[in-house]
């Protein structure tokens, strides 16, 4: 077998920080490789390079014996490598189709695109790999995974043969994943190369030819996944071993921090997405609301923080009920959110960490001295979850965007656990974190909920929901079609009530 990328000693340096030093990788035509490491590690910073997103300051790439050297994604594209990045950048309002045309180079296709002959070359593409996708459908009517391989589609239409997915599968559930893998293993076949990021080790040993391991910015291992452990995998990446998260007993009370009777939820377009839920969550509880997304999770959140308010039925947050209650009052009452979407719901990208700390807060202590924002607290806070979240960054003073995806996450999720919340509403909240991270953030988790907190986990990783839940609500098609005990439930009967298969 031949290299097909080479990349050597590569690095890259950013104020403070080197993302990247000593990074030597090479890569195998027809291969699915796989990169780990912890947050912060240097994979994404890496594979931007490999795209010519980011210009390293140290370091040759060669694709197919060709040194290279990219100045932007054109460069890349035209070397025949693509990327489909951590969060989807596609136009919501456009047709597959157009979606994947867009931004293609234009002297291909002349001044006027020609759709029939795109969507021709579009049916051939989908036909070969074997990808799911219909060049006329809007958009917005795809889930993640429909998206993802609208992302991979746009990146082969480019005449990409080497194909860079970073995290592809934070954000998909199991059956999905089966489908992605399928879909990359149809393309080795053909003869083009994968390079792809995760947090998930499982999934790495069961799909890859080769694995590399990173370790705060350069490359320390290179593995076959037949040689290998999970256990070897994570400590190649800590440098050292595990912390084992911890559990607590059961110490739910009698207060009721969620009641939710009856509630339907009908859209303006008349659909309705939620019918007749009745849930409740008791202080010093955790509830696992367990489901393939896209079934009525993020209505049922927006309704609960009163973003949105139910057609029918009554929702009670900390006693009150949100039909007459501002998401300003309920936030302020006690409640934490960690929302699914980091990068558009929860942090300010172009503002410094610690502004990022007032987000969401600025009514509340320590970040309010009357009607003021009071700085000092906020870096003060700031530094503080910076230490116990472990969030790797120079300082507080960086811009947001200067974080790997998982230290972002990480200091979300100390923001909102900041403020002693009653009710923690945590959705997907180790989306994107390495397994260290993943068990800092349960640990908290837990610690929350012995301290009497209340936290309703919204999540598609059965392991999450097994490992924290004292209680699984399974939802499915708007509708809560189960409340199963996690210790009298295998991950398979949980995994067909959250497919709507009835249990036999
Ligand atoms: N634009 C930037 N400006 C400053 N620092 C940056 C920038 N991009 C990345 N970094 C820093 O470089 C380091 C590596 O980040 P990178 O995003 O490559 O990590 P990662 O391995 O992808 O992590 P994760 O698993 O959390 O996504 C981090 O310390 C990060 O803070
Ligand atoms: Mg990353």
Redesign the pocket.
């Known amino acids: 077998m031949s290299s097909v990328v080479e990349i050597r000693g590569v690095a890259k340096r ?1 104020p403070g ?1 080197v ?1 990247n030093h000593d990074v030597n990788l090479q890569v195998e035509k027809g291969t699915i490789h796989a990169i780990i ?1 912890e ?7 890496l594979m931007k390079i490999l795209y010519g997103m980011v210009k390293p300051d140290e370091g040759s790439i060669s694709v197919e014996g060709q040194q290279l050297l990219l100045k932007s994604p054109q460069d890349a594209i035209a070397a025949g490598i693509g990327m489909v990045h951590q969060h989807f950048m596609l136009a919501d309002n456009a047709t597959v189709l157009e979606n994947v045309i867009l931004g293609s180079e234009p002297t291909k296709f002349g001044i006027v695109i020609q759709f029939d002959q795109a969507r021709q070359k579009l049916l051939e593409i989908a036909q070969q790999y074997g990808l799911d996708i219909d060049p006329n459908q809007s958009v917005s009517e795809l889930g993640v995974g429909g998206r993802q391989r609208v992302e991979i589609a746009k990146v082969l239409f480019r005449g990409a043969k080497i194909l860079i997915l970073d995290e592809p599968t934070a954000v998909l559930v199991p059956q999905e994943v089966d489908e992605l893998f399928d879909n990359l293993k149809e393309l080795t076949k053909n003869g083009l190369t994968i390079l792809f990021i995760s ?1 998930k080790l499982d999934e790495v040993l069961s799909i890859s030819d080769d694995i590399t391991v ?1 370790r705060q910015g350069t490359t320390v291992a290179s593995l076959k996944p037949s040689q290998t452990t999970k256990k070897q995998m994570a400590e190649l990446m800590v440098g050292g071993e595990l912390p084992a998260p911890r559990t607590g007993e059961n110490r739910t009370s009698d207060v009721k921090v969620l009641d939710i009777k009856e509630v339907s939820y009908r859209r303006s377009d008349g659909r309705e997405i939620l019918h007749n839920v009745n849930l409740d969550l008791f202080g010093g509880e955790i509830l696992g609301l367990a489901g393939v997304e896209g079934n009525g999770q993020s209505e049922l959140i927006e309704l609960v923080l009163g973003l949105i308010k139910p057609s029918a039925g009554s929702i009670l947050v900390l006693g009150q009920d949100t039909a007459t209650t501002t998401t300003r009052e309920i936030r302020d009452s006690g409640v934490g959110y960690i929302p699914q979407d980091r990068s558009r719901d929860s942090l300010l990208m172009g503002a410094a960490l610690w502004e990022n700390r007032i987000l969401g807060h600025q009514a509340t202590a320590p970040m309010a001295k009357g009607l003021w924002i009071d700085k000092e607290a906020a870096k003060a806070d700031s530094e503080r979850i910076v230490r116990e979240y472990d969030v ?2 120079p300082g507080i003073n ?1 811009m947001a ?7 972002q996450q990480k200091f979300i999720v100390g923001r909102e656990m900041s403020s002693s919340p009653k009710l923690i509403v945590a959705a997907l909240p180790t989306r ?1 974190v ?1 397994v260290g991270a993943q068990a800092i953030i349960w640990d908290r988790l837990v610690e929350a909920r012995i301290a009497g907190v209340g936290v309703l986990l919204i999540s598609v990783d059965l392991d999450e929901i097994f490992s924290l839940s004292d209680r699984i609500a399974v939802i499915y098609n708007g509708q809560i079609v189960a409340v199963l005990d996690p210790r009298k439930t295998t991950p398979e009967e949980l995994g067909l009530a959250m497919t709507g298969a009835k249990s036999a």
């Not at 947050?39 to 910073?45: E, H, I, V, Y």
């Not at 965007?401 to 230290?407: D, E, P, T, Y």
């Open positions: 950013y920080v993302a490491g947050n912060g590690a240097g994979k994404s910073t947090h990173m790797r960054t960086v965007n200067a974080l790997s995806g998982g230290n994107g390495d």
